[in-house]
């Protein structure tokens, strides 16, 4: 069963604290969100999630991106999806791993100038 929660998670502590005064200004009750300060996207052992949104940074190694991408469709629920901005060549990377993840899907890609956006599912 999908929850109702709000998870965050980003490596910037301003940049948290700004998202969960969005989050709650846009009705949310602040008791509903959970906040991590964390390297990685997402808490380990958390999920399932029904929407994983996030970007990319473009200086991440190919591991790194590798394991971040692993991350997010281990956490997806069934149905789930994750829309992912960036640079174009680590979404390009992101395009590639997804088609060779069991169950993984390409719903869209977009393109502007040099960046991207990706949505993805995990369909099984």
Known sequence: ??????????????ALRTTEQNIVGNQLSNSRIQSYHA?????????????????LRGDEPREALAIQIEQI????????????????????????????????QIDAREKYRGSSVISFRKSR
């Open 73 to 104: 469709v281990a956490t997806l629920g069934v149905p789930g999806v994750a829309i992912v901005s960036g640079e174009s060549t680590p979404i390009t990377r992101i395009q590639k791993q997804v088609a060779q993840i069991d169950g993984g």
């Open 39 to 55: 390297v990685s996207w997402l808490p380990v052992n958390q999920g399932p999630f029904e929407l994983v949104v996030g970007t």
């Open 1 to 14: 069963k999908m929850s109702d929660e709000v998870h965050i998670s980003d490596r910037d502590l301003l």
